[in-house]
C-alpha cells in the first residue's frame, strides 16, 4: 500500500522495481548484447548495434507496432539480428517517433526501449562506415564543424576568385550576366568535378551496403513501390495516415509536408539546372534566361520550397522531443538544413539584384553555399536519402519472399 | 483555472453549502486513469458535464493496464474494416460463457457485447487507431480488432481528447478514501489530505493484483510453508493497489467475485516485478516438456494449443515447490514459436543442461529419457492438435510429443504472472455502485474494478477492453445525468417499464 513509495520508484531514473532471476537473485535489466543467445555474431556488433539488437529482441516478442511502418514486420523476418540486419534496419527507420510514444516498455520502463533512438545512432555509424574513401567517414562525427568548414571554404573560394577575376567586388550592372563574372567553362570544371565526386563516393557507399545483405532479386514491381515510397514518404504517415510525432505523442503531417517541400524544391532546383543545361549544349542558349524561362520557373519554384521545407523541418527539429533520435546528431541536420536554406535564400537574392552592381558578390555567395552542399554531400544528411532508398528498395524485395519462419501463434 | 461546462449548473448540492472547500466542484469526479476511466471521463464530458481525472500514477506511468493491452473483442454480423468474417452476439455470448464456466452475468454481458459491435466509431473519434491482427495473432482476426501501437497509444489517444475537450486530469493523485452519505458520494479523499467534492462520481481505479500483501494474504501459505503468492510477477501497472476496493468493500459496498482468484499466467520467470507485459510470455511450453525444481513433470503440456492453456500454467506453475518450473525444448522447436524476449539457457548435452538450471541431474535426464521412450512416432503439426503423443506415462503429453534429443536443448524458467484480480464491486446495467441491495444514487464504477460481474472466471483475449469500454461509458454517462439531477428520474422510468 505503499504507494508514495510505488510512486517514486517508478519515477526513478532506472525506474528500480526489483527484477529477479529464476533463483530469486536480483538481475539487472536485459543488458546490452546479452538477449541473443551470445551467438558469435552478436560479438561482432559495435555497442550501438548490439543495443539496436536488444531492444529488437524484446519489440519481437511483443509486435504491437507493425503497423506504424517497415521496421517492424521486416523485423518479424527474422529472430536474432545480425549486423547486415541491423544496419539495414536502421537505414529502413525513418524516425517518426510513433513507436516510441506508443512503447510500454520506453524509458521509464526498465527495458529503455527506445526504437528510433537506437536505429539513429547506428545509422551514423552506417554512414560512417560505408563512406569511401573511408577516412572522410569521420566528417560525420563532426559534421556542424564539417558543414561550417565547407561553407567558410565556399565563400572564400568564390569571393576570391571573383576579385580575382574582375578585380573587385562591385561592378557595373551586366544585366545578369554571371559568364562575365565566373567563365561558364570554368563554372563547368568546378562544379562538374565536385558533384561527379559525390556521385561516385555515394554510389560506392550505398553499393557497399547493398551488398552487405541482398535479400533477392530486383524486380519491377519491388522497385516500382520503393520508387513511390520514397516520393510519397509512404512511412512518415505512421500506418493510420496521421503522422509522425515531434514534440509529444500527438501526431503531425508537417514533418511529412516540410520534407516533401524540401525534396520537391531540391528536385525542381536540379531540374532547373538541368534544363539550363541542355539549353546551353543542346540548342545553344546562353544564360541569363528570361523570368518567365523553363529554367528561372523551375528555380524559383524550387527556391521557395527549399525555403519553406527547411524553415519548417528546423523549427520542427529545435521543438522535437529529446526522446527521439540522436541528439548527437543534430548538428548534422541542422547544419544541412540551414545550408539548403542559404542556398535557396541566396539564389532567389542573386535572381532578384542580378542586374545591379552587387551581382558578383551575390552571386560568389550564392555558388559557394552550393559549393558547400557538394562537397558535403556525400558526408552529410543528404546521404540519408540515398541510403534510406536503398534500405526501402530492400524492404520492397525482402517483403515478396517467402517467409521461413513458422511460428504459430502466440 | 477550471472553466468547464460544470460552471453553468449554479449553486453546489444544497445538503453541501455547509461545508467549506477551496477546491472547484465539478459534475463528475472520474478516480483512475486506464480504460475504463478515460471513457467514463470523455462520455461525461460529451454529456455536457465538467469532469476532473484523478489518476494515481504519474504522467509517464499513466494508465493503468490499459498500456499492456492490444485490442478489444468486438461482435459484428459482416466484415468490418480489420475485423473478417462475422462474430455474431450469441457466438462471443457463448465463448463468454464457456471461459467464465457460467460464472457471469446474461444481461450485463450482452450489454457488452452488443456495445463493442458500435463502439469503435467512437473510439476512432477520439483517436484510437486500429490495425491489421498482428503477426502471430491471426487466429483471433475474427474476434479481435488490435490498437495500432497497442494500448499506450490508446490511452495516449484518449487522454489527448480528454484535455482537448476540457476534461481536468491530474496525476499522482491517488485517492484513500470516498465521502458517502447513506450510499450517496460526497467527496473523495487524496493521499494528502485534500477533499474533492462532485455532483457523482466514477470509480475506475483497477484491481488489487499489485498488492503484494493482499495477494500474499489470498494466497496463503501451501503445504510446504511456502507463502506462493511471494513468488509471483506482477504482469501489468505497480498503481494497482485496490485502497478503493478495500475501503468500498468496508463501507458496505456489494461485492462480487472471489477475493483469492486472478487471472495467472506462466510468464518468464527473468521478468521484472512489474509492468512485464505481453513480452516476457514463453510461448514454447506446448513444443517440449516442463519441470519443475525436482526436474519431474506435472502436466500435459500438450493438451491444447497454448493460447489456451497459458492460464491454466501459470496455476500450475503456482503449486510447485518454490513457484519455479522450466520448459525445456531441443533444437527441433527453434523458429516454432513466437521469439521470447529472455535468452533460453543453452546446453549441448541433457545433463550439462540439468547442471546449468541447478536441477538434480540424474532425476533430469531420466524424466526426458522417459518421456522419449514414451513418444508414439506421428505426423508433427505445431498449427493443429497433432498425433504426436506419449504413451506408458503417468502423466502424458496428448499432442506435439516428439523425442528431445537433438541439441543445443534450451530451458526457459516460469513462473506465475498476475493478469488481473476478479474481486470488484457489484453492479446493475447502470454501473451503480450497491450498498446492501440498494443502488447509490451517484456512485459508478467501471473497468477492473467491476469486470468480476461480467468475467468471474477466465478470460478471452480483448475481453476485459470491451467491459472496461462498454461500462466505462455506461458509467460516464450515467454520472453525468446524475450530476445533473437526471439519474433518479432515468432509474424510475426503467422500474415503471419493468
Known amino acids: 500500500m505503499q504507494l508514495d513509495a510505488l510512486i517514486k520508484e517508478a519515477t526513478s531514473p532506472q525506474g528500480a522495481a526489483e527484477v529477479r532471476d529464476a533463483s530469486g537473485m536480483p538481475v539487472p535489466p536485459p543488458p546490452p548484447g546479452t538477449m541473443c543467445n551470445g551467438s558469435a555474431a552478436q560479438s561482432l556488433l559495435t555497442a550501438d548495434e548490439a543495443e539496436v539488437s536488444r531492444i529488437l529482441q524484446i519489440c519481437n516478442a511483443c509486435r504491437y507496432c507493425e503497423g506504424f511502418c517497415a521496421v517492424f514486420p521486416a523485423m518479424t523476418h527474422r529472430l536474432e539480428f545480425n549486423k547486415a540486419d541491423i544496419n539495414y534496419m536502421a537505414n529502413l527507420c525513418h524516425n517518426c517517433g510513433d513507436c516510441l510514444h506508443a512503447c510500454q516498455y520506453a524509458p521509464p520502463h526498465d527495458f529503455q526501449v527506445n526504437v528510433p533512438q537506437a536505429m539513429a545512432k547506428v545509422r551514423a555509424q552506417t554512414y560512417q562506415e560505408f563512406a569511401w574513401p573511408q577516412p572522410l567517414g569521420a566528417l560525420y562525427k563532426r559534421n556542424g564543424l564539417a558543414v561550417s568548414l565547407a561553407l567558410a571554404a565556399g565563400l572564400a573560394l568564390f569571393l576570391v576568385l571573383a576579385v580575382a577575376m574582375t578585380g573587385s567586388l562591385r561592378h557595373e550592372p551586366l544585366a545578369g550576366d554571371f559568364y562575365a563574372i565566373f567563365p561558364h567553362n570554368l563554372l563547368v570544371a568546378m562544379f562538374g568535378v565536385v558533384f561527379m565526386f559525390a556521385i561516385l563516393a555515394l554510389g560506392v557507399g550505398v553499393v557497399r551496403f547493398w551488398r552487405q545483405s541482398v535479400p533477392g532479386p530486383r524486380t519491377g514491381a519491388a522497385i516500382a513501390e520503393a520508387a513511390s515510397n520514397v516520393l510519397t514518404l509512404k512511412y512518415m504517415d505512421g500506418g493510420h495516415g496521421k503522422g509522425c510525432n515531434n514534440e509529444d505523442d500527438a501526431f503531425t503531417l508537417w514533418r511529412r509536408r516540410f520534407h516533401h517541400f524540401t525534396f520537391y524544391g531540391f528536385m525542381l532546383c536540379f531540374a532547373a539546372t538541368s534544363v539550363a543545361t541542355l539549353y546551353h549544349y543542346l540548342f545553344g542558349w546562353s544564360a541569363p534566361y528570361d523570368y518567365s524561362s523553363l529554367p528561372v520557373v523551375l528555380g524559383t519554384l524550387g527556391g521557395i520550397g527549399l525555403l519553406i521545407g527547411p524553415a519548417g523541418l528546423f523549427w520542427l527539429n529545435l521543438r522535437r522531443h529529446p526522446l527521439h533520435g540522436d541528439m548527437a546528431q543534430r548538428p548534422m541536420d541542422l547544419g544541412f538544413i540551414g545550408l539548403l536554406f542559404f542556398i535557396s535564400l541566396t539564389g532567389l537574392v542573386l535572381l532578384a539584384f542580378r542586374d545591379t552592381s552587387w551581382m558578383g558578390v551575390l552571386l560568389a555567395v550564392h555558388l559557394g553555399t552550393v559549393m558547400a552542399l557538394f562537397l558535403t554531400m556525400p558526408y552529410g544528411k543528404f546521404a540519408h536519402g540515398i541510403y534510406r532508398s536503398a534500405a526501402l528498395l530492400k524492404w520492397n524485395i525482402e517483403k515478396r519472399q517467402p517467409l521461413n519462419l513458422n511460428l504459430g501463434a502466440d | ?498
Open chain 2, 1 to 498: 483555472m477550471h472553466k468547464g461546462a460544470g460552471e453553468k449548473h449554479g449553486a453546489k448540492h444544497p445538503l453541501l453549502e455547509n461545508i467549506v472547500s477551496q477546491a472547484p466542484t465539478y459534475d463528475v469526479l472520474v478516480i483512475g486513469g486506464g480504460n475504463a476511466a478515460l471513457c467514463a471521463a470523455l462520455t461525461a464530458r460529451e454529456a455536457g458535464a465538467s469532469v476532473l481525472m484523478l489518476e494515481a500514477a504519474p504522467k509517464e506511468w499513466r494508465g493503468g493496464n490499459s498500456m499492456h493491452t492490444r485490442n478489444l473483442r468486438c461482435m459484428h454480423d459482416e466484415p468490418q474494416d480489420v475485423l473478417v468474417d462475422a462474430y455474431p452476439e450469441e457466438e462471443y455470448w457463448q465463448d463468454l460463457l464457456k471461459v467464465t464456466g457460467g460464472i457471469t452475468n446474461e444481461k450485463l454481458a450482452r450489454m457488452v457485447i452488443r456495445e463493442t459491435a458500435t463502439c469503435r466509431g467512437w473510439m476512432r473519434k477520439h483517436g484510437v487507431n486500429f490495425q491489421n491482427p498482428l503477426s502471430g495473432a491471426l487466429h483471433v482476426a475474427r474476434t479481435n480488432a488490435f490498437f495500432m501501437g497497442g494500448g499506450k497509444a490508446l490511452v495516449n489517444a484518449y487522454f489527448r481528447s480528454a484535455e482537448a475537450l476540457g476534461v481536468q486530469v491530474r496525476y499522482e493523485a491517488p485517492v484513500d478514501e470516498i465521502e458517502l452519505d447513506n450510499g450517496r458520494f460526497v467527496a473523495a479523499r487524496l493521499r494528502n489530505g485534500e477533499r474533492i467534492e462532485a455532483r457523482s462520481c466514477v470509480l475506475a481505479a483497477g484491481g488489487f493484483e499489485s498488492n503484494r500483501e493482499w495477494l500474499r494474504e489470498a494466497w496463503g501459505q501451501n503445504e510446504r510453508g511456502e507463502w506462493p503468492a511471494d513468488n509471483f510477477l506482477i504482469r501489468g501497472t505497480r498503481f494497482n493497489q485496490g485502497v478503493l476496493l478495500r475501503y468500498m468493500m468496508s463501507a458496505g459496498a456489494d461485492i462480487i467475485g472471489d477475493p483469492s482468484q486472478s487471472h495467472c499466467v506462466a510468464i518468464d520467470a527473468r521478468a521484472p516485478l512489474y509492468d512485464g507485459g505481453i513480452c516476457t510470455r514463453i510461448d514454447c511450453v506446448s513444443l517440449g516438456v516442463v519441470v519443475n525444481r525436482e526436474a519431474r513433470r506435472f502436466y500435459d503440456e500438450g493438451e491444447d494449443f497454448w493460447p489456451k492453456r497459458y492460464a491454466i500454467w501459470g496455476r500450475l506453475v503456482a503449486m510447485q515447490p518454490g513457484q519455479l518450473a522450466w520448459s525445456i525444448i531441443d533444437a527441433k522447436a527453434v523458429g516454432r514459436f513466437m521469439p521470447p524476449v529472455f535468452p533460453g539457457t543453452q546446453a549441448d548435452t541433457l545433463e550439462e543442461l540439468a547442471r546449468k538450471i541447478e536441477v538434480d541431474v540424474p532425476t533430469f535426464v531420466k524424466t526426458v529419457t522417459d518421456f522419449n521412450q514414451a513418444c508414439v512416432a506421428g505426423d508433427f503439426d505445431h498449427t493443429a492438435l497433432d498425433n504426436c503423443h506419449t504413451q506408458g506415462l503417468d502423466i502424458e503429453k496428448t499432442h506435439w510429443a516428439r523425442p528431445i534429443d537433438t541439441g543445443p536443448f534450451y530451458a526457459y524458467p516460469l513462473r506465475p504472472g498476475i493478469t488481473f484480480t476478479y474481486l470488484g464491486l457489484k453492479v446493475n446495467e447502470h454501473a451503480v455502485v450497491h450498498f446492501g441491495g440498494k443502488p447509490s444514487s451517484n456512485l459508478f464504477v467501471a473497468g477492473e474494478m467491476m469486470a468480476g460481474n461480467v468475467l468471474g472466471k477466465g478470460y478471452t483475449a480483448g475481453v476485459g477492453m470491451s467491459i472496461g469500454t462498454a461500462f466505462g461509458r455506461i458509467a460516464g454517462d450515467r454520472a453525468a445525468s446524475a450530476a445533473k439531477g437526471e439519474f433518479k428520474h432515468l432509474q424510475g422510468e426503467q422500474r415503471h417499464a419493468a
